[in-house]
């Protein structure tokens, strides 16, 4: 019962997101749409209260989101400017050294390994390509892969992704 409370209440939460400033009647939304809102955050809570939300509830510490936010704000920004300078340059002077490296950033949990998955897919110049699920290493295709990078077993995390594990790690474990 509580994953599907939980699971509604999102629902509804990110159906009033989408929705703003499209009604008049009750501050920002109509009453029709509130009302469907609670009819489809209803169904959503019956269709996904399994799926996305597993055994704990650590996501709903609210002081991972404010992490979480940090993290976007900062790190996950400045990489993403440092990586859009670097592919310019690397597009004007035709200097690459394309390749896939394996990573291994020790994150225990899917949502860590996709939230990773996902910072790096979302920086210019790297793509994650697949996860090897029996020990959650990730194989990144990458613009420039320095010889540093290749002489590490396993390949170590910061010529790729930088810092991101460790947020990820604060974040989701």
């Excluded at 009453?31 to 209803?42: L, R």
């Excluded at 998955?117 to 994650?128: D, M, Q, R, V, Y």
């Amino acid at each position: 019962m509580k994953k599907f409370i939980v699971a509604t209440v999102i629902g509804f939460l990110v159906y009033l997101l989408l929705t703003t400033s499209s009604g008049n009647d009750f501050f920002i939304w109509s009453y029709s749409e509130i009302v469907v809102g609670i009819i489809f955050a209803i169904i959503v809570g019956i269709i996904v209260r399994n799926v996305f939300i597993k055994d704990n509830f650590r996501m709903l510490n609210p002081v991972r989101w404010l992490v979480l936010l940090v993290y976007l704000i900062g790190p996950f920004f400045i990489s993403m400017a440092r990586a859009n300078l670097d592919v310019a340059y690397r597009v004007i002077t035709g200097r690459i050294n394309p390749g896939i490296v394996k990573i291994d950033p020790k994150l225990k949990t899917d949502l860590g390994v996709t939230m990773l998955a996902n910072s790096i897919t979302l920086t210019p110049g790297t793509l994650s390509v697949d996860v090897d699920e029996d020990k959650n290493q990730l194989y990144i295709h990458w613009i420039n892969v320095k010889e540093d990078a290749l002489k590490k077993k396993p390949r170590d995390c910061k010529y790729v992704c930088g810092g991101f594990p460790k947020w990820v790690r604060r974040i989701a474990e």
